[in-house]
């Protein structure tokens, strides 16, 4: 827990902050739990429903890449913001405008 204020001083949501972060922590690390969980499940049911190994392969795929993309969340996430901030550096997009076909106008 947190220390008690010194006299005159009002703390506010210490705690409660302390215990938000604490749960948010604690879903954090159930979350790709689940979504392993879920996606055997989907597999299961799917081999079961269609009793085809093709449909099955293809659930089990789209699952695993859904478990990657859960689990490299921060690496993905790194990787998307280097990608914008190199899109922002030197290159001016033309405006709406200049992108329209001079020939095409002259016809209107």
């Known amino acids: ?7 005159g ?5 210490g705690d409660i902050l302390d215990w938000i972060t ?16 879920l996606a055997a499940f989907v597999v299961i049911a799917v081999f079961v ?8 392969i293809i659930a089990f ?7 990657f993309a859960v689990q490299n969340m921060e690496w993905l996430g790194e990787r998307v913001q280097d ?11 033309p405006a709406a405008h200049d992108l329209r ?3 095409a106008e002259r016809v209107l």
């Open 49 to 56: 429903k269609t009793r085809a190994f093709v449909p099955t």
């Open 22 to 37: 604490g749960k948010t922590d604690q879903i954090q690390g159930v979350i790709p739990m689940v979504v392993l969980l």
């Open 101 to 103: 076909d001079p020939a």
């Open 61 to 67: 795929l789209l699952g695993a890449f859904l478990w």
């Open 83 to 93: 990608e914008i901030q190199d899109e922002g550096r030197g290159r001016v997009r």
């Open 9 to 13: 001083q009002v703390v506010l949501a």
């Open 1 to 7: 827990m947190s220390t008690p204020a010194p006299d």
